[in-house]
C-alpha cells in the first residue's frame, strides 16, 4: 500500500465522520433540548408543614389550586410533588378544594380519612377532642375510618351533613348538628351549645391565645350555650361573667375565673 | 355556603391586640355595663335589624338562639336557667330583633340585658333588679307619670323598613306622633297626614288631600285595608277616623306597592290600635264639639284582642239644652276590631265602622238630610313554615291571606223648600287574597282582587248655585273590576335590595285591560345611607264628580269609567335618598316625576240629562321633590321638617292649558312636640305658595224688555251673571299658619287625664281659601277666609 496514498485517504476520512457526527450531535442536541423544554423533570419530593398559635389562623395555598383556612392550635402537613393529594391535619381547618376525579383529596386526621369528591368542608381534629368532626358546606365527602376496629364503608357526607369518627370506630353521621355552626369561625364567630364552662374556656384560650383558668369545679361544669361575631376576648368574658355570675381577674395571657365573692 | 376565609382578620386583629394589652389583675365582675333590653335597641343597630320570627312550641332557649342567629347576634345564656325551657308560642310577624327577644323574654319570665357593644344576656327576670326598691309601693305620691317611649316598638320600625323594605314614596308614622301636632278641635288624621311632605290640601276647610300634585280623588283611603269612599264629617273639617282607634298610619305618595290599586296618587292605610297589656283599658277624649271613648282589652293569653270606640258631636245636644236656637247638626261613629291568633298559625281579624251625619230641620225647612259611610272587613290568615307545593318548597314560610270587605256610602239631602234632592250611595263589595313566601332574602307575592261596586247618584235642584258642590245629575252604574298582581322581594347583594312586579286590572264597563308594572330599588352605599328609586303605572276607575277648585268639598260623589268615561292613568318615577344620623333621626329626599293620561276632571257646565259629559277629558304632569327631617317619638322632642316643591301642569283635550287648583309650588311645615315634666308642648309651623284660582272679570243682570212699559227689568229667574277670566290664572296670597298646644299629664282616680289647649292659627295670619265677587252695586271682592285665629280645649283620659 503506497503509503502516502494510504495515507491522503485516512486524511480525508475523518473529516467527513466529523461533520456528520457534529451534525447527529448538533440534532440531538436540539431534539434534547426540545423534549426538556416539553417535558418537564419531575420535581424532587418535598414535605411542608404549616402550623399556627393560639389566636392565629393561616391561609394556605396548595400547589393544586386547593385553599385551606387553618384555624388556631392546628398543623397541616402535606408533601409538595405528590400527586396523591394527600395532607395531614391535626387542629381545625376548612378545606375549598379544586376537584380532579382521577385524583381524590384526602384528609388524614388523627385516623379518619375525609375523601373530597368536589366540595368545601371543614374538619375538626383536636388532639384533646373525644373525636373528629367533618361539616360539609357544599358537595360530597367520603369519611372513612382506616383504623377502625372492623372494616367499615365510607359514610357519604352531603351538604349540610356533619360525620364523625370516634378512634375505631365507624364513621356515623351527626344528625343534631348542622354544618354551617362548624363555618361560623370563618365568618368570625365563635358558636358554643350547651357546653361546660370549662370546655368554653378553653376554646376561648385557643381562639383568644389566652390562659383562662376556672378556681371553681362546680363552676367549670356550669353550662353555656353563646355566640360571638367578632367579639373581643373582654367583649366575651364580659358576657359570660354578667351571664353566668362569675367574676375573673387578668393578667396578661393569664385569666382566672372564679364564683362572686357576694 | 360560601366560605369567606378573609373577613376575621381585622376582628382577630383586634382579638389578638386585646389579649396582648396588659390589663390590671383586678377582679370584674361587669354587671353594670349591661342593660335592660328596650325595644329601641338601646343604640346597639343590628338590634334594630328586622327579622321574621314566629315560636309555635319552642323551647325559649331555642328561641333565643334563633333570634340571635336570624339578626347575627352575640349572646350568651345559662341553658339551665328556669323558664329557659318554657315552651313558647308567638306569632310569626316582621319584627325587630329587639322586640322579637324581649317577646320571648317576656313568655318565659326571663330578662335579656344588653352591653354598649351590642352582647346580649339572657338573666333570670329578678336576677339583678337595677335598682332597689321600696317594698312598700309610695301611695302618697300623686305626681303625673309620663309613658314616654309606651309605642318605641312601633316607632322604631321606621328603622326596620329602612332595612328591609325598598319603600320609595313610603311613610310610616303611628298615630301617637300625628296626635303630637296641634289640633284644631280634636286630633285627626287625615289632617295629620297634610303636614307630611309631598301632601298638601286645597284649604283648612277640607280633611282631603293632594298627593304630589294629584287631584284628591286620586288617593285610596283605607281603614285596615278595607276601602272608605268619603270619610270625611261636618263638610270635611273632620275625617271619620277616631283618633283612638288609629295604631299606625301608612302612606304611599308614589312607588306603590303592586296590592294597592284603582287609584292614580297616593294611599293612605290606616291601621287599627290593637291593646299590647293585659286588663281592660280605656281612653276618652273631650273637646269643644265632641266627646270620643274607646275600651279594649286582650284576650287569650295575649294571642287576642279588642278595642271598640265611639264619637259623638254634642254642640247640638248643648246649644238645644241652653237656648231656644236649635243646631242642626250633629255626627256620630263608632268603630270595632278584634284580632285572634292561634298556634296553628292562623290570625283572623275583623273591622267594623258606621258614622253618620245628620242635618235636623231648622228655621222653616224642612230637612231630611243624612250621610255616612259603613265598613265591615275581614281577614284570615294563615302562615305554613316550610310550605311545599307538588314536593317544591315554597320557602321557610308561606303566608296565605284572604280579605273580604263590604263598604257602604249612602247620603241624602233634601230640602223640598227649594226643591232639591240629592241622594248618593255606593256599595263595593270586594274579595281580595294573596299568598306570600318567604326565604332568606326574598319574599314572593301573587294575589288577587275583586271588586264590584254599585253607584246611584242623583241631584238636581231649581237652586242652581247648588251645583258647585253638588254637581247636578243622574246616574246609576255598575262596575266590576277584576285585578291579579305578583311581586319579588329579592335581595341579590346584601346591598341591594330589589322589588319587581306588576299588576293587571281589568274593567267590565269599560272593556278595560291594562298593566301596570311598579319596580322599585334600595342600593345601601352604607349602613345609614341609602338611594332609592322606583317607577310604576297606576289606573283609577273610580272618579269623584267634586270640583277640586271648590275649599269646601262636603261629600265626595262617585261614579265609575264605563263606555263614555276612560280609564285614567298615570306613571311616575321616583329617585331618592335616605339617610339615618342616629337610630332615631333620618332624612330623606325624593325626586319625582308623574305623568296623568286620561285624566278626568269634572266639567262644572255638565247638563245633567245628558250621559258622559260629567268630565273633560285632560292629561297633564306633575313634578317636584320633597324633602323630610324626622326625630322619632321617644326623647323629649320629636317631630319633622317637610318641605316640597312641586310643579303640576294639566292640559284639557278642549286644548285648555292650566295650571290645577292643587298646583302649590312651595310647602314647607314644622311640626314640633317637647316634652319636658308633665308638660307636652306642641307647635306646627306652615308657610305655603298661593293656590292658583280662577278671577272673575265682570258680572251682568240678565234683562227681560217689557214691551208695555217699554223699558228692560232685571229677569228674576236669573242670578247676576258673572264672566270669569282665565281659568286658573291667578294665584291666591301665601299661607302661613302657626298653630301652638300645651298638654299637661296627670293622674286622677287611677287613670291618666291629660287637658289640652290647642290654639290654631294662633297669629290670626289672613289666608283667604277663595273669593266672593258681588256686582249687584259696586264691583266688591271679599276673600273667604281660612281658619281664623281659633283656641280650643279639651281633655284626653286612659286607664
Known amino acids: 500500500m503506497d503509503a502516502t496514498g494510504v495515507d491522503a485517504v485516512h486524511r480525508t476520512r475523518p473529516r467527513v465522520r466529523w461533520v456528520t457526527w457534529a451534525a447527529a450531535a448538533a440534532a440531538m442536541i436540539a431534539v434534547g433540548v426540545a423534549s426538556t423544554m416539553m417535558v418537564r423533570t419531575p420535581p424532587a419530593l418535598e414535605a411542608r408543614v404549616v402550623t399556627t398559635a393560639a389566636g392565629q389562623r393561616r391561609i394556605v395555598h396548595l400547589p393544586d389550586s386547593t385553599v385551606v383556612t387553618l384555624g388556631p392550635e392546628s398543623t397541616l402537613r402535606y408533601t409538595i410533588g405528590d400527586s396523591a393529594r394527600a395532607v395531614e391535619l391535626d387542629g381545625m381547618a376548612a378545606f375549598r378544594v379544586v376537584h380532579h376525579s382521577a385524583h381524590p383529596f384526602v384528609v388524614r386526621a388523627r385516623g379518619a380519612e ?149 | 355556603m360560601p ?16 389579649t396582648q394589652s396588659s390589663a390590671a389583675a383586678q377582679s370584674r365582675s361587669p354587671d353594670s355595663t349591661f342593660a335592660d333590653l328596650s325595644r329601641d335597641g338601646n343604640g346597639v343597630a343590628a338590634l334594630l335589624r328586622p327579622i321574621t320570627a314566629g315560636f309555635s312550641g319552642q323551647t325559649a332557649e331555642a328561641a333565643f338562639k334563633a333570634i340571635a342567629a336570624t339578626a347575627r347576634l352575640s349572646f350568651t345564656l345559662d341553658p339551665r336557667l328556669s323558664g329557659m325551657q318554657s315552651r313558647i308560642t308567638i306569632p310569626s310577624s316582621v319584627r325587630s330583633a329587639a ?81 303630637s301636632a296641634p289640633a284644631f278641635v280634636e ?55 277616631i283618633d283612638a282607634t288609629v295604631g299606625r298610619v301608612e302612606l304611599h305618595r308614589g312607588g306603590m306597592p303592586v296590592q294597592y290599586g284603582g287609584r292614580l296618587s297616593g294611599v293612605i292605610d290606616v291601621s287599627p290600635a290593637e291593646p299590647t297589656s293585659t286588663g281592660t283599658h280605656g281612653t276618652a277624649e273631650v273637646s269643644l264639639v265632641s266627646s270620643s271613648a274607646s275600651v279594649g282589652r286582650v284576650f287569650a293569653d295575649g294571642a287576642g284582642s279588642w278595642m271598640i270606640a265611639a264619637r259623638r258631636t254634642y254642640a247640638d245636644a248643648i246649644v238645644n239644652r241652653f237656648s231656644s236656637d236649635t243646631f242642626p247638626y250633629h255626627f256620630q261613629d263608632g268603630q270595632a276590631h278584634v284580632a285572634r291568633s292561634w298556634a296553628n298559625g292562623v290570625r283572623m281579624s275583623a273591622t267594623a265602622y258606621a258614622g253618620a251625619d245628620v242635618l235636623t230641620p231648622v228655621l222653616n225647612y224642612s230637612f231630611d238630610n243624612w250621610w255616612g259611610n259603613g265598613v265591615a272587613g275581614v281577614t284570615a290568615a294563615k302562615r305554613f313554615d316550610n310550605a311545599r307545593l307538588f314536593g317544591i318548597r315554597l320557602g321557610d314560610s308561606v303566608t296565605i291571606e284572604q280579605r273580604a270587605s263590604l263598604t257602604r256610602f249612602s247620603s241624602q239631602i233634601a230640602i223640598p223648600e227649594i226643591v232639591y234632592l240629592a241622594t248618593d250611595r255606593v256599595t263595593d263589595r270586594r274579595l281580595a287574597g294573596s299568598i306570600a313566601a318567604h326565604s332568606a332574602g326574598s319574599t314572593r307575592t301573587l294575589g288577587y282582587e275583586l271588586s264590584f261596586q254599585d253607584l246611584d247618584y242623583h241631584s238636581n235642584s231649581s237652586f242652581a248655585g247648588l251645583a258647585d258642590i253638588i254637581p247636578f245629575d243622574s246616574i246609576r252604574q255598575q262596575s266590576r273590576a277584576s285585578s291579579v298582581y305578583a311581586d319579588q322581594l329579592w335581595r341579590p347583594t346584601t346591598k341591594l335590595l330589589l322589588q319587581v312586579g306588576g299588576r293587571v286590572d281589568a274593567v267590565q264597563a269599560s272593556d278595560w285591560i291594562g298593566f301596570s308594572p311598579r319596580v322599585s330599588m334600595k342600593y345601601w352605599l352604607d349602613r345609614n345611607l341609602a338611594v332609592t328609586a322606583a317607577a310604576g303605572s297606576y289606573a283609577q276607575w273610580m272618579h269623584s264628580l267634586g270640583r277640586e277648585e271648590e275649599p269646601i268639598q262636603p261629600i265626595q260623589f262617585w261614579i265609575a269609567s264605563d263606555s263614555t268615561l276612560p280609564v285614567s292613568r298615570s306613571h311616575d318615577a321616583i329617585v331618592g335618598v335616605e339617610r339615618w344620623m342616629n337610630p332615631t333621626r333620618f332624612f330623606h329626599v325624593e325626586a319625582f316625576y308623574k305623568r296623568y293620561d286620561d285624566l278626568l276632571t269634572p266639567n262644572p257646565y255638565n247638563d245633567a240629562g245628558v250621559r258622559g259629559d260629567e268630565f273633560y277629558r285632560a292629561r297633564g304632569a306633575s313634578y317636584g321633590a320633597d324633602v323630610m327631617l324626622r326625630q322619632l317619638d321617644g326623647g323629649p322632642f320629636s317631630g319633622w321638617l317637610a318641605y316640597t316643591y312641586s310643579v303640576s301642569t294639566r292640559e284639557r283635550a278642549d286644548g285648555l292649558r292650566y295650571f290645577p287648583t292643587q298646583d302649590r309650588r312651595h310647602n314647607l311645615n314644622l311640626v314640633g312636640s317637647w316634652r319636658s315634666g308633665a308638660y307636652t308642648l306642641g307647635a306646627r309651623a306652615n308657610i305655603a305658595s298661593g293656590l292658583p284660582g280662577t278671577p272673575l272679570i265682570g258680572g251682568y243682570i240678565r234683562a227681560r224688555y217689557d214691551p208695555i212699559a217699554r223699558r228692560w227689568t232685571p229677569d228674576a229667574t236669573f242670578d247676576e251673571q258673572v264672566i270669569p277670566g282665565e281659568y286658573n290664572s291667578v294665584r291666591f296670597p301665601k299661607y302661613s299658619r302657626i298653630d301652638v298646644s300645651a298638654t299637661r299629664a296627670g293622674r286622677m282616680w287611677g287613670a291618666s287625664v291629660s287637658p289640652y289647649l290647642s290654639v290654631v292659627n294662633l297669629l290670626n295670619a289672613h289666608n283667604p281659601a277663595g273669593f266672593l265677587y258681588d256686582y249687584s252695586t259696586r264691583s266688591n271682592r271679599a276673600s273667604v277666609p281660612n281658619l281664623p285665629f281659633a283656641p280650643t280645649l279639651g281633655v284626653s283620659i286612659a286607664y
Do not use: C
Open chain 2, 3 to 18: 366560605l369567606r376565609l378573609h373577613r376575621m382578620l381585622a376582628a382577630l386583629a383586634l382579638a389578638i391586640a386585646s
Open chain 2, 187 to 241: 286630633p285627626d288624621v287625615l289632617r295629620s297626614v297634610q303636614l307630611m311632605p309631598g301632601i298638601s290640601a286645597r284649604s283648612d276647610y277640607t280633611a282631603g288631600f293632594n298627593v304630589r300634585g294629584g287631584e284628591n280623588d286620586q288617593n285610596l283611603i283605607l281603614i285596615d285595608g278595607y276601602p272608605i269612599y268619603s270619610p270625611f264629617h261636618f263638610g270635611g273639617i273632620f275625617s271619620t277616623f
Open chain 1, 114 to 262: 375525609a375523601t373530597d369528591l368536589g366540595t368545601e368542608f371543614v374538619v375538626r381534629a383536636y388532639s384533646g377532642d373525644s373525636s373528629v368532626h367533618v361539616a360539609v358546606a357544599s358537595g360530597t365527602v367520603a369519611l372513612t375510618n382506616p383504623s377502625a376496629a372492623a372494616p367499615t364503608s365510607a359514610l357519604t357526607l352531603r351538604a349540610g351533613d356533619v360525620g364523625m369518627v370516634r378512634s375505631h370506630d365507624a364513621p356515623v353521621a351527626v344528625r343534631q348538628a348542622t354544618a354551617a355552626t362548624y363555618a361560623l369561625w370563618l365568618n368570625g364567630s365563635l358558636s358554643f351549645d350547651d357546653e361546660p364552662l370549662a370546655a368554653v374556656a378553653k376554646e376561648l384560650g385557643r381562639w383568644f391565645d389566652a390562659d383562662i383558668r376556672i378556681a371553681d369545679p362546680a363552676l367549670a361544669k356550669r353550662r353555656v350555650s353563646a355566640m360571638y361575631h367578632d367579639a373581643t376576648l373582654g367583649n366575651v368574658l364580659d358576657a359570660l361573667a354578667s351571664a353566668m355570675h362569675f367574676e375573673y381577674t387578668r393578667s396578661g395571657r393569664a385569666i382566672t375565673v372564679r364564683p362572686r365573692s357576694r
Open chain 2, 99 to 179: 322586640v322579637a327577644l324581649i317577646e320571648v323574654a317576656d313568655a318565659s319570665n326571663l330578662r335579656v340585658r344588653v352591653s354598649p357593644s351590642g352582647q346580649i344576656i339572657v338573666v333570670e327576670a329578678r336576677a339583678s333588679a337595677p335598682a332597689a326598691r321600696s317594698a312598700t309601693p309610695d301611695t302618697t305620691r300623686r305626681d303625673p307619670v309620663v309613658l314616654a317611649a309606651v309605642h318605641a316598638e312601633a316607632e322604631r320600625l321606621e328603622r326596620v323598613r329602612f332595612a328591609s323594605r325598598t319603600d320609595v314614596g313610603g311613610i310610616s308614622i303611628t298615630g301617637r306622633e300625628l296626635r
